[in-house]
C-alpha cells in the first residue's frame, strides 16, 4: 500500500463523511413538519422515548445530531433529563441503519439483477436522477429528493473509494501482523474508540471497518471489540456539545457515556465469559460487511435491552457526578438546535405561542386597572410588557440565524409566520402600557365617567378580549378559518370605535361629559383600535403565508371591496354579538 492508496483512502473518507452530511440535511428538510409531530409525543415514559430517538436518528441519519439536539433542548428548559435516556438509547440503534445500506457495497454476483443491487452499479443513476431533479425542478421537495439522491451516492463514490484504497492491504504481511493486535479486544475497544472520537462520526467508523472487511483479514474477534468501542468514542461529540451549557444540560453527556461504557463493559464480559465457556467457532471467520452491520445492531439492541429497565438509575448516575442545589438557568433558545432546523423551528412555534399568550395576559390585566387601579397590578403589567419585548428581541435574532438554513418549504413558511408577528405581539403589548398610563391618569385624577360613557367602555373591552382570544387561538393552532374571522371582527371594533366618539361629541354638547375626559377616552380608544388592528395582521400574516403570498393590503382591499360574502356574514355575527347603538 503506497501513497496514493493513503491519499485514496482519505479521499474516500472526506467524500464519504460529506455524502453524509449532505444526504441528512436532505432528509432531515424533506422531514420538516413529521419532525415536529414526533417530537410532540415525546414523554418521560423510556419506551416511547426509545422509540422516538430511533425514529429521529434514523430519519437524519445521524445520532450525533439527536444527542446535539438533546443538550440544547434540556439547555432551553423544553425538556426533562428523565426522558433524554430513552432517546439516547433509541438513537444508538437508529444509528445501526447505515450500516445497512453500507453492507449492500459486498454484493457480488454474475447476474445482471444481482449486481444491480450494488451500489457501485446504481449509484451513478441516483446521482443523474437527483442531478436532474435540483436542476429542473421548481418545487423544494422535489430539490430535497434530489439532494438525498446525489448525497447517497457521493456516500457510496466515498465508499468505493475506501475498498479499493485498502484493498492491497489483503496481501500484505505487516497489514496481517498489525490484526493479530486487534484480536486483544482491550486494544480493539481503544482502537474503535479513538477512531470514532477523531472523525466524529460512527457511521463513518463503521464505514471504514465495512471497507477493511472488504479485504477477508478481518475476522468477527478483531470487529467485534472495535464495533464495541465506536460506540464509546461517538460520546465525544456530547462531551463537545456540552461545553457552556448548564448543569443539567452537562449531564445528557454524562447519561450518554455511562449509558455506552456500561453497556460495552457488560457486553464484553457476557461475550467472552460465554466464548471462553463454549468457544465461538466463528470468531476467527473472515467478517463481510454485513457481518458488521448485524455484529452493530446486535450490540446496541442487547445494550438497550438490558440498560432500559435501569432508565431511572443512568439519570442518578448523571445527577451524581454532576451535583447542583438548583439548576434553572436555561438559555432561551439554544444555538445548539440549528443543527436540526425543523426541532429549532417547533421550539420557536412554541416560544412565539408563550409570547402571544403574555401579550394578550398585558393587555387583560391593564383593561382590568382602569377602574380597579392598584400600583401592584401596575408593576405587574410593566413586567409582562418587558418580558413580551425579551421573547420579541431573542425570538428576532433566532428566527434570523435560523432562516440562514436550509429548510423545507413548510418551514421556511413557518419561519415567515413568525418574522411577520412577533412584531405585532410585541407592539400589543405596547399598547397595554398606554393602557395602564390612561388609567394611571384616570386614578390620580379621580375622573368619573358618565354611567353611557362607562357602558361604552365594558362594550368594546368586551369586543377587544374577543378578537384577542380569537387571534391567539388561530395562531397557536394554525387554524386559518379562525384566522379569516379576524378581520370581520377588527371591522366591528372600528365601527365602535366611531360610534363611542359619536356619542361623546352628543354628550359634550348637553354637557354631560367634559374636554379633559374625552382627552383620556380617545387616548384609550386609541390604544384600543391599533390592538385589533395588530390582531388583523397577525391573521393576515397567516392567511398570506399560507397561500404563498404576503399582499397584506391587496388582500384587505379585495376582501372590503369585492363584497365577500364570508366577510359580510362574519361581520353581521360580530356586529350582533358586539355592536353599540349610536345616541
Known amino acids: ?58 430519519v437524519i441519519q445521524s445520532s450525533s445530531a439527536v444527542t446535539v439536539m438533546l443538550v440544547g433542548l434540556v439547555n432551553s428548559g423544553i425538556m426533562e433529563l428523565g426522558q433524554t435516556v430513552g432517546v439516547i438509547m433509541g438513537s444508538n440503534i437508529g444509528t445501526t441503519v447505515t450500516a445497512w445500506i453500507l453492507s449492500s457495497i459486498g454484493i457480488e454476483g454474475d447476474n445482471v439483477w444481482v449486481k444491480l443491487l450494488n451500489p457501485s452499479s446504481f449509484s451513478p443513476i441516483l446521482a443523474f436522477i437527483g442531478m436532474v431533479m435540483i436542476m429542473a425542478s421548481s418545487k423544494r421537495k422535489h430539490k430535497d429528493i434530489g439532494t438525498i439522491l446525489i448525497g447517497f451516492a457521493v456516500l457510496m463514490y466515498g465508499m468505493n473509494f475506501m475498498s479499493g484504497a485498502v484493498k492491497p492491504l489483503a496481501n500484505s504481511p505487516s497489514f496481517a501482523k498489525i490484526l493479530v493486535a486487534f484480536e486483544n479486544p482491550i486494544l480493539g475497544i481503544a482502537t474503535g474508540l479513538v477512531l470514532t472520537a477523531i472523525i466524529q462520526s460512527s457511521s463513518a467508523s463503521v464505514g471504514i471497518l465495512q471497507a477493511l472487511s472488504l479485504t477477508s483479514s478481518v475476522t468477527y474477534g478483531m470487529a467485534i471489540p472495535i464495533i464495541m468501542g465506536q460506540n464509546i468514542g461517538t460520546c465525544a461529540t456530547a462531551l463537545i456539545s456540552s461545553i457552556g451549557v448548564s448543569k443539567n ?244 371594533i372600528d365601527d365602535i370605535t366611531e360610534t363611542i366618539k359619536l356619542n361623546h361629541i352628543a354628550r359634550l354638547r348637553n354637557g354631560s361629559c367634559t374636554i379633559e375626559y374625552g382627552f383620556i377616552l380617545n387616548d384609550l380608544l386609541i390604544s384600543y383600535e391599533r390592538i385589533s388592528d395588530h390582531c388583523s395582521n397577525i391573521a393576515v400574516a397567516m392567511i398570506e403565508v399560507a397561500n404563498y403570498s404576503f399582499e397584506t393590503h391587496k388582500y384587505l382591499k379585495k376582501l372590503k371591496t369585492h363584497n365577500d360574502e364570508f366577510f359580510r356574514d362574519q361581520y353581521q355575527l360580530f356586529s350582533e354579538e358586539y355592536g353599540l347603538k349610536s345616541e
Open 249 to 492: 444540560a452537562k449531564r445528557v453527556a454524562i447519561i450518554h457515556i455511562a449509558f455506552n461504557l456500561i453497556g460495552t463493559i457488560v457486553c464484553l464480559v457476557l461475550f467472552y465469559g460465554i466464548d471462553a465457556l463454549i468457544h465461538f467457532p466463528w470468531m476467527a471467520d473472515a467478517i463481510s460487511p454485513v457481518g458488521v452491520a448485524v455484529a452493530h445492531s446486535l450490540f446496541n439492541i442487547i445494550t438497550t435491552v438490558l440498560l432500559l429497565p435501569f432508565s431511572k438509575q443512568l439519570v442518578k448516575i448523571a445527577e451524581g457526578t454532576i451535583k447542583v442545589e438548583d439548576d434553572r438557568k436555561f438559555a432561551f433558545l439554544d444555538e445548539r438546535l440549528l443543527k436540526t432546523p425543523s426541532i429549532a423551528l417547533q421550539e420557536c412555534k412554541i416560544m412565539t405561542s408563550e409570547m402571544a399568550k403574555l401579550s394578550s395576559e398585558t393587555v387583560v390585566a391593564a383593561m382590568d386597572l382602569l377602574f380597579n387601579y392598584k400600583e401592584q397590578s401596575a408593576n405587574r403589567v410593566s413586567k409582562l410588557e418587558k418580558d413580551v419585548d425579551t421573547y420579541e428581541d431573542k425570538l428576532g435574532s433566532y428566527l434570523v440565524k435560523l432562516s440562514s438554513y436550509d429548510l423545507s418549504e413548510d418551514d421556511n413558511r413557518g419561519i415567515s409566520t413568525l418574522l411577520h408577528t412577533i412584531g405585532d405581539f410585541e407592539r400589543i403589548s405596547d399598547h397595554a402600557i398606554n393602557i395602564m398610563n390612561a388609567a394611571e391618569e384616570i386614578h390620580d385624577k379621580k375622573v368619573t365617567f358618565s354611567p353611557e360613557a362607562m357602558k361604552e367602555i365594558s362594550y368594546i373591552e368586551r369586543a377587544l378580549k374577543g378578537i384577542l382570544e380569537l387571534t391567539l387561538d388561530a395562531f397557536i393552532t394554525g387554524d386559518i378559518e379562525k384566522a379569516k374571522r379576524v378581520e370581520p371582527l377588527e371591522e366591528v
Open 1 to 58: 500500500m503506497n501513497i496514493f492508496s493513503f491519499i485514496s483512502l482519505f479521499g474516500g473518507l472526506a467524500l464519504f463523511i460529506y455524502g453524509m452530511n449532505v444526504m441528512s440535511q436532505g432528509l432531515e428538510r424533506l422531514a420538516g413538519g413529521k419532525l415536529e409531530g414526533i417530537l410532540k409525543k415525546m414523554t418521560s415514559n423510556p419506551v416511547k422515548s426509545l422509540f422516538l430517538g430511533l425514529s429521529i436518528t434514523a
